[in-house]
C-alpha cells in the first residue's frame, strides 16, 4: 500500500515533448527526490501524479489503483507547494481543516487531526492567524499541516523550501526529514537543490529534459553516475570533464574527476596548471587552476590551503576515482 | 538641502497640475449643481455665482418632483443600471475565469472575439438590436435595455478581468483541487476576493456610461413607464422653452446615485490601478 508506480507516462503541450515516457515504482515509505535542470519536466510529472494535469499517455497507480480517472481529491495524495498557496480568507485552522470538511469528516475528528499536525509542526500558537500574519517560513508550516491532516497514502512536495532564506531551508529540511521518519509515508519531493535532494532521499530520480537519466541511492548516484550528465549533476562543487589527448590516454573519449580526487603538489605530478582563483571556505578550499591543454580545473582540498592566484602547481588525479565515459556520453564500467 | 528643494518645487508643480485639472474637470458639474439652486433670472443674470438670499430658489427641485414620476424614472435609471452592472460582473468574471484558466481549442480566437466588441460601437446595430426587441416584445421594457448595457459592457469586463485572473498563483487554485473544492467554489471563495480591485474598476468604467446613456432608452424605452432619468430630464428640454430650472435639478439629482456608487467602489478602484506600480 501506498507505493506509486507510473507506467510510460508521456505528456506534450501543443507540439513540445516535455515528458518522454516515463517508467517509475516507488516502494512503501520510501522518500522520492525528482531533480533535474530548470524545465526539466519536474512540476508537471508531479501535476501528472496528483492529477492536476492529464498525461497524454501511460498510467498513474497509486496503492496498486489505476487513478487516471479519479480528481485529485480523491487520489489519496497531499501536496505541498513552493508558494505556500495558502487560501488567504482562512485561519491557519481554517485551511488546515478545509480539505477534511469537504470530505465530510466530523467536527471532532477534524479538530484532533489539526491538532495532531499543529504539536507535529509547533504551531498551536498561530492557529488562528492568517496567512498574512505569518512569515514565510511559519506559512510553509501551515502549508505542511494542511497536508498532513489530509493522511494522504503520498505526499508531493513541490519545491517547498525554495521560497525561504538559506538558515530556514536547513531546518525546515530537518524538520520534513523527521516528519517522513515519524509517518513513514512515501514521499515524492521535487527539488532542483542538489544538497536537499542527497540528504533527503532514499532514492534520486535525476531527470533531464524529460528523460530519467538515473534512478538510485544518493551515494550510488555520486559514486557510479550512468553517464556524463548525472556526474555532472550530482556533486558539489561540479565534476571536472576532461576530453582529448588527457583521456585517451585511459581509454575514454572523456574522462570526470570530483573535486575532492585531485591532489596538489608544488613539485611534482601530472599536470601542471596555474592557480587562477581560490575559494576559502574554512573547513575546506575550492581551487580553480588553468591547466595546459586540458583548461579550468576545480579542486579541493581539506582545511585551509593557502595559495595566490598566478602561483604553479602540480595535479595528480586519483585514477582509482576516475569516471570514464566514452563518445555519447554514457559511462564505461571498469 | 539642495535636493529638497527641488523636490519641494517639483511637488508643488505636481499640484499646481493636478489642481488646475480638478477645477476644469469639476467646473460644469460645481455650475450644474449651484445654478439648480437659483431661480430664472439669476442663472442668467450671473450663471457663476453662488445663490445668496435673493436669488436663492427651489423652484427647479419643486417642479421636477411635481412634474411627471421622476421618483419613478430614477428607479428605473438606478434597477437598468445595477442589474446591467451585476450580469456585467457575473458574466465578465466567469468568462474571464474560463479564459484564462482553461486551455481548450480555440481559447485565444474566443478571447479575441469576445474583446471585439470594445473596438466596435455596440450603436453600430441599433436598428439590428430594435429589431430584435420588437420581434421579443421586449421594447418598452427594462430588460431591453438590461440586455443591451450587458451586451455592451462584458468585452472591456472580460479583458480586464482575464489579465487579472491571469495573474492569480496557479498553486493556490490547485491547493483547493487538491482539497476537494468544485471549481465553482474556487471561482467564487479563492478567485473573485483576490480579483476585487478589478472588479471595481470593472465596475465603475462600466456603471457610468449605463447611467449616463440616453440612446437605447430613447429608441428602445421611450414609454412613460421605462423612462429612465437622462430621458426624463429631456422632458423640460423644449423645441422653444426650456425650463433650466428644472432640467438643472434633475442634472444635480441624478448625480447624486452614480457619486454614492463611485465612493463605494473608489476605495479598490485606487487598489487596482495602483496595484501594478506598488508590490
Ligand atoms: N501549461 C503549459 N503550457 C505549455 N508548456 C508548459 C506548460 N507547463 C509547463 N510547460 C513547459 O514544460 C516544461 C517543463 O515544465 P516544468 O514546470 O515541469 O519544469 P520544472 O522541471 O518544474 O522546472 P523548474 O525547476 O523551473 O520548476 C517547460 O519547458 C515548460 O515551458
Ligand atoms: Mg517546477
Redesign the interface.
Given at each position: 500500500m501506498g507505493s506509486l508506480k507510473l507506467q510510460g507516462i508521456s505528456k506534450s503541450f501543443g507540439p513540445v515533448e516535455v515528458l518522454k515516457d516515463i517508467n517509475l515504482e516507488v516502494e512503501t515509505g520510501e522518500f522520492l527526490v525528482f531533480v533535474g535542470p530548470s524545465g526539466c519536466g519536474k512540476s508537471t510529472l508531479l501535476r501528472i501524479i496528483a492529477g492536476l494535469e492529464d498525461q497524454s499517455a501511460g498510467q498513474v497507480l497509486i496503492a496498486e489503483d489505476a487513478v487516471d480517472h479519479l480528481p485529485p481529491s480523491k487520489r489519496g495524495i497531499a501536496m505541498v507547494f513552493q508558494s505556500y498557496a495558502l487560501y488567504p480568507h482562512l485561519t491557519a485552522r481554517g485551511n488546515m481543516s478545509l480539505g477534511l470538511k469537504q470530505a465530510g469528516a466530523g467536527k471532532d475528528s477534524i479538530a484532533q487531526q489539526v491538532q495532531l499536525a499543529a504539536d507535529m509542526l509547533s504551531l498551536e500558537t498561530l492557529l488562528e492567524r492568517k496567512p498574512s500574519e505569518l512569515s514565510g517560513g511559519q506559512r510553509q508550516r501551515v502549508a505542511i499541516g494542511r497536508a498532513i491532516v489530509r493522511e494522504p497514502t503520498l505526499f508531493l512536495f513541490d519545491e517547498p523550501l525554495s521560497n525561504l532564506d538559506a538558515a530556514l531551508r536547513v531546518n525546515t529540511r530537518i524538520e520534513i526529514a523527521k516528519l517522513h521518519r515519524t509517518l513513514k509515508s512515501t514521499m515524492v519531493y521535487v527539488t532542483h537543490d542538489q544538497t536537499e535532494a542527497m540528504t533527503l532521499a532514499d532514492k534520486i530520480v535525476v531527470l533531464n529534459e524529460g528523460r530519467i537519466e538515473q534512478v538510485g541511492h544518493p551515494l550510488e548516484l555520486y559514486r557510479r553516475p550512468a553517464n556524463r550528465f548525472v556526474a555532472g549533476f550530482i556533486g558539489s562543487p561540479k565534476m571536472n570533464f576532461v576530453s582529448g589527448e588527457a583521456a585517451a590516454a585511459f581509454g575514454a573519449a572523456e574522462i570526470g574527476i570530483r573535486p575532492e580526487h585531485i591532489a596538489l603538489s608544488r613539485d611534482n605530478g601530472t599536470w601542471r596548471g596555474v592557480v587562477s582563483h581560490a575559494e576559502h571556505l574554512g573547513s575546506d578550499t575550492f581551487v580553480y587552476i588553468e591547466v595546459e591543454d586540458i583548461g579550468l580545473l576545480t579542486v579541493r582540498t581539506l582545511g585551509e590551503t593557502i595559495c595566490q592566484p598566478g602561483e604553479d602547481f602540480y595535479l595528480t588525479p586519483n585514477t582509482e576515482a576516475l569516471h570514464r565515459f566514452d563518445a555519447s556520453g554514457v559511462s564505461i564500467e571498469s | 538641502m539642495r535636493i529638497s528643494n527641488r523636490s519641494l518645487t517639483r511637488s508643488a508643480l505636481v499640484h499646481l497640475i493636478l489642481g488646475g485639472y480638478t477645477i476644469i474637470a469639476l467646473f460644469p458639474v460645481i455650475l450644474i449643481a449651484i445654478n439648480s439652486f437659483k431661480s430664472r433670472k439669476a442663472i442668467f443674470r450671473s450663471p457663476l455665482s453662488f445663490p445668496d438670499t435673493d436669488s436663492f430658489s427651489l423652484i427647479g427641485y419643486e417642479t421636477v418632483l411635481k412634474q411627471g414620476d421622476f421618483f419613478g424614472y430614477f428607479l428605473n435609471s438606478l434597477s437598468v443600471t445595477l442589474v446591467s452592472l451585476f450580469f456585467v460582473l457575473l458574466f465578465g468574471a466567469m468568462a474571464a475565469f474560463a479564459l484564462s484558466e482553461y486551455r481548450f481549442r480555440g481559447n485565444t480566437l474566443t478571447g479575441l472575439y469576445l474583446a471585439l466588441g470594445i473596438m466596435i460601437p455596440i450603436r453600430l446595430g441599433t436598428v439590428a438590436i430594435l429589431q430584435m426587441m420588437a420581434d421579443l416584445q421586449l421594447v418598452n421594457t427594462l430588460w431591453s435595455l438590461i440586455l443591451v448595457y450587458t451586451a455592451q459592457g462584458l468585452p472591456l469586463a472580460i479583458f480586464i478581468l482575464s489579465e487579472f485572473m491571469r495573474q492569480i498563483?496557479d498553486?493556490?487554485k490547485?491547493?483547493?483541487?487538491?482539497?476537494?473544492?468544485s471549481e465553482y467554489v474556487i471561482f467564487y471563495?479563492?478567485v473573485l476576493?483576490?480579483v476585487r480591485p478589478a472588479l471595481a474598476t470593472v465596475a465603475v468604467f462600466t456603471m457610468i456610461p449605463i447611467w449616463n446613456d440616453l440612446w437605447f432608452p430613447l429608441i428602445l424605452a421611450p414609454g412613460e413607464e421605462t423612462k429612465t432619468i437622462t430621458l426624463g430630464a429631456q422632458v423640460f428640454i423644449g423645441q422653444f422653452v426650456t425650463n433650466w430650472n428644472a432640467v438643472l435639478a434633475a442634472l444635480t439629482l441624478a448625480i447624486v446615485p452614480v457619486l454614492i456608487l463611485y465612493v463605494i467602489f473608489s476605495r479598490q478602484l485606487i487598489a487596482g490601478i495602483t496595484s501594478g506600480a506598488v508590490k
Open positions: - | 498563483s498553486d493556490l490547485n491547493a483547493g483541487r487538491i482539497d476537494g473544492l471563495r479563492l476576493p483576490l
